[in-house]
């Protein structure tokens, strides 16, 4: 008699994860136990329920760009550092937007849709907001209201992410760095020369 296949948490989140997106919220447990080569049962035996499965796949986590946005900005030029954070946001937010739709599609409440704590939106928010001003009280920048600048820049990461997700890289023409690097130039002045 053959042992039965040992899978990990991890294995189990990436495989539910890859066949909602595929499939949608509607997709048959059975093809995520199948794509595990693990029976319907041993799969249920590990994720009491479809709803659990799918929260463990696609609940969106915080991206490591938190711990650089709560350091405050680094001496020297903002642009080049908030640059490349907003890089590393916009890729997670490529990741996050697909998982996201699929749970509002699924018809989870938002409280449900979420790890404790705030929503991983609202902390970015909170989180630039707050980088953006010790930017500013440090003379790094020249900024009316870092909220609306905030506002501004990460609404834009996320029009991209689900215009990519809705449409392609045809819905995203140019590169993202590309594209970053202008949100940048055009929203974040540089200090004020004496």
Known sequence: ??????VSDEQIAQAARETFLKHGAGAAVSLIARSLDISQAALFHRAQSKKELLLRALRPH???EVAILAAGPGAGPIRPQLSATLLGLLTYLTEVVPCI??????????DQTQAV??????????????????????GQTQLAVASVIAEALLGALEARAFNRYVGGDS????????????????????????
């Open 117 to 138: 704590g705030e929503p991983p939106t609202v902390a970015l928010r909170r989180l630039l907001t707050g980088w953006l001003s010790q930017a500013a009280e440090r």
């Open 62 to 64: 915080l991206p490591k």
């Open 101 to 110: 739709s699929v749970l509002r599609g699924a018809g989870l409440p938002v």
């Open 171 to 194: 819905f995203t023409p140019g590169t993202d760095e590309d594209f970053v690097h202008q949100l940048v130039l055009g929203l974040v002045p540089e200090a004020a020369t004496p």
């Open 1 to 6: 008699m053959a042992r039965p296949r040992q």
